[in-house]
Nanobody
Framework: QVQLVESGGGLVQPGGSLRLSCTIS????????IGWVRQAPGKEREAISC????????WYADSVKGRFTISKDIDRRTVHLQMTTLTSEDTAVYYC????????????????WGEGTVVTVSS
């Protein structure tokens, strides 16, 4: 069974940066895709970025394109999300999300979920 563990959330000032990490265990398939899905207070879950662990494919939602960068460290089974130029609109619980079928560009494509890490952007 795949387990996803997030780290790196916290409080950051507007305009600041933060890096989230997702450590993956239990993955045995040939193909697996890792993404980040966030849920702001009172809003639905939103997929914001994903990456193929075996394939070199990356996707970003328009809301984070140019500000967030996703990357992978295969040896450490870790996926990072570097977030820059943060605004209050980025305040949310950020979930690491995995799929063995396709890039999780929407929450409905997610098979495996982490517990989530809270990101708060506030002065």
């Amino acid at each position: 069974q795949v387990q996803l563990v997030e780290s790196g959330g916290g409080l950051v000032q507007p305009g600041g940066s933060l890096r989230l990490s997702c450590t993956i265990s239990g993955f045995r398939g040939d193909f697996y895709y890792i993404g980040w899905v966030r849920q702001a207070p009172g809003k639905e879950r939103e997929a914001i970025s994903c990456i193929g662990l075996k394939e070199d494919i990356i996707w970003y939602a328009d809301s984070v394109k140019g500000r967030f960068t996703i990357s992978k460290d295969i040896d450490r089974r870790t996926v990072h999300l570097q977030m820059t130029t943060l605004t209050s609109e980025d305040t949310a619980v950020y979930y690491c999300a995995g799929s063995s079928v396709t890039m999780p560009t929407a929450p409905r494509w997610v098979d495996d979920w982490g517990e989530g890490t809270v990101v708060t952007v506030s002065s």
